[in-house]
């Protein structure tokens, strides 16, 4: 194979450095250098996956892909359902997915051994990279890694990048116009312009429009998310992401101004006169965008890859896990421990990297790497601050992480939008800060309280006329006018806003409830067995 920044050939036994999330190497003499990781590198893999897309325009390589696709997509019209058949056909007729190699012997090899040289068939088809297993029989099976779309029309196996890379030559062929979208976290895809707007579509997957499905229902830490197109190049990332300042603070390899003149630079060499400029537009306002909804396919994890597989990258999700209960009375709703018989009508949905968990002997969620979206009944959800008898919020909870300076930055139990809703929030050291909205308008009231080191009881109630929040037996109070309470049409969510994404609070839950009662400190959730608290 290739260092990716000189081009020279890495020899077989030669010391190389290689990326965790991607397929980038260097040798040593560039992995010294202060370039490595900024803008040159950027430049290099734009340009190869630049050049790597410029087959979905040669009509030779279409007329390939036209002569393996059904003669009823050709005959269809070039509309969503026609895409969505066309994804369904080639995720369970046409394409297979491999974990691992088969050996000669018919097995599948069972350890990955590393890279070896790719030969010089390797190389006609593009595989610059070669991994090698080794079986129980004792022989070593090759696992070429094929970019040559038309190849791979034979082949028709791989992983991601062989899915995404012959689909988008196959949807370019029938006639739709794609694009191959590359995330730098290790994973590839296909854009589709329908409806005047461009589509995430996942030929893995056969997902369609679900683009929150990787950073919510796979769990995925995204960064550098690129669409490559014959004729364009676009940093497409906002696109893929509900927390777009957490996924600035991870895009660490080039400034952001470099990046932006990287990309401009690569675009240009290949952009038409008819490049669309309002999807720049698009972009910039998904990264302000509140996110109102997600749906059951973004929630859904990754379900392509053996579970071994998959785990390994933590792109699991939920799938798998049995669904969390959410306990439902007339009167209220609420998690009330692991341990809880699951008699109820509801369910939870896991988002992210959230996990039922105990700690130190506390059965709990573990909200540290993700939040949790409660789907519970209207008759409760969307009713508990328009109660005439009042509502109460309260939670048992604990973190080590740091927290934000500000308090509206660490959301605990929420069902709060643009100048709607409530919400229960922590201090950065110690207490908590309860939101109602009435008349339009946010009131909230604050109380000091232990450091959040240990199990700590926080609860806020309103009762029509004041807003009050109690911290482990601490009060805090404040009068409220009359005026019309304002509802927020949207889920109530433990450990994250459901409007801004971004705010989110790592944190484990031992248990909380939403009353439709103002409750006293003498019905509150009992502390959790065996803490000490």
Known sequence: WTCDLCSEKIVEGETAFGCRQCDFDACPTCFEKDDVGKGDTFRKRLRRYSRQVRVY???????????????????????????????????????????KPTCSCGSKAGKKQGMVQPSADDLCYGANRVESWKCECGELARFPRYSDPVHLLETRHGRCGEWANCFTLCAAAVGFEVRLVVDWTDHVWTEVFLGGRWVHSDPCEACFDAPLTYEVGWGKKLTYVIAFSPTEVIDVTPRYTGSWMKVLQRRNLVSEERLALVVAEVDNAVRLPSWREEEMTVLEGRKSAVVLQVSSAERCGRITGSLEWRQARGEVGTLGQAPLSIQTSPLAFGFLGVSTSSDSTSVAQLLGGATLASFHGVECLDLTEGALEADVPDAVA???????????????????APLHRDAHMNPIVSKHGPSTGWELRLQRDGGAVFLVTVGGQHFEVACAGPPWDSWVHVAG?????????????????????NGERSSFDGPVCVGVNPAWRDRTTSCRVHAFRVALAVLTERTFLSKPHGAGV
């Open 57 to 99: 325009a040669d009509p030779a390589k279409q007329k390939c892909a036209l002569s393996v696709i059904p003669q009823i997509f050709l005959e269809s019209t070039h509309n969503e359902d026609c895409y969505v058949e066309l994804l369904r056909w080639f995720k369970s007729s046409f394409f297979t997915w491999t974990d």
């Open 382 to 400: 969307c009713d508990a601050l328009q109660s005439p008898a009042g509502f109460t919020v309260e939670v048992w909870v604990m973190t080590s």
């Open 461 to 481: 109630t309103f009762d029509g006329s004041s807003v009050r929040v109690l911290v482990a037996g601490q009060t805090g109070e404040q009068q409220v006018p």
